[in-house]
């Protein structure tokens, strides 16, 4: 079994307020939830009106599935309106 734990650190730029923020972050979040086999949550930079840090988790037994899913976790992240991956950390257990 494949545990996999993706933190996506994100820029973003559009938002002047934390509610706007939390507005772009919710509906980014609604949909990785929605299209993909993973837990997902805003995990860091909270009071931080332009940044972001996401994670997911997923268990599988592949290895290729558990990147697959992170791999569209990015491309979600990637063509969400005004934002802007920064970084990117992947950890399997």
């Known amino acids: 079994m494949i ?3 993706c933190t996506i650190t994100l820029r973003l730029h559009g938002p002047r307020s934390l509610k706007e923020k939390r507005a772009v972050i919710k509906g980014l979040l609604d949909r990785m939830r929605n ?3 993973a837990g997902v949550a805003e ?3 909270h009071d931080v009106w332009n940044l972001a ?3 997911l988790a997923t268990v599988n037994l ?3 599935v558990v990147h697959k899913v992170f791999r569209q976790a990015e491309s979600l992240a990637e063509n969400a309106p ?3 991956i920064i970084d ?3 950890s399997l257990l």
């Open 53 to 55: 840090v996401i994670a």
């Open 35 to 37: 299209k993909l086999n």
């Open 62 to 64: 592949s290895e290729a």
């Open 82 to 84: 005004g934002v802007e």
């Open 43 to 45: 995990v860091d930079a």
């Open 88 to 90: 990117v950390s992947i």
């Open 3 to 5: 545990i996999g734990i």
